[in-house]
C-alpha cells in the first residue's frame, strides 16, 4: 500500500563544529511539516522538511520532495 511520509529533520551544531542531526519528526502532512520547519528555523542551525511516497511493506520509496529548507544542511546528508 502507498503512502506519502512528511518529515521534519533539524540540525545542530555540536562542540567540534560538526553539525549534528536531531531526531527527525514526522508530520501530519507537508502544511504540519512547513509549519514545524519554520519553528524549528531560529533555534537550530539548519531544518530540512521534506515528503516521500512509496510502500513501507517493501521499503520503496519515491525520491524525497523538499518542502522547506532553512540555514545549513549537509550537503552530503541523504534524504533516507
Known amino acids: 500500500m ?6 521534519v529533520q533539524a540540525f545542530r551544531r555540536a562542540d567540534s563544529g ?14 504540519h511539516a512547513r509549519e514545524r520547519a519554520l519553528r524549528l528555523k531560529d533555534r537550530r542551525v539548519g531544518v530540512i522538511a521534506f515528503s516521500r511516497t512509496g510502500d513501507m511493506s517493501i521499503g520503496e520509496y519515491e525520491d524525497a520532495v523538499v518542502l522547506a529548507r532553512f540555514g545549513t544542511i549537509p550537503e552530503d546528508e541523504e534524504v533516507d
Open 18 to 31: 560538526e553539525l549534528v542531526a536531531d531526531q527527525p519528526e514526522a508530520a501530519k502532512d507537508a502544511a
Open 2 to 7: 502507498r503512502e506519502t511520509i512528511h518529515v
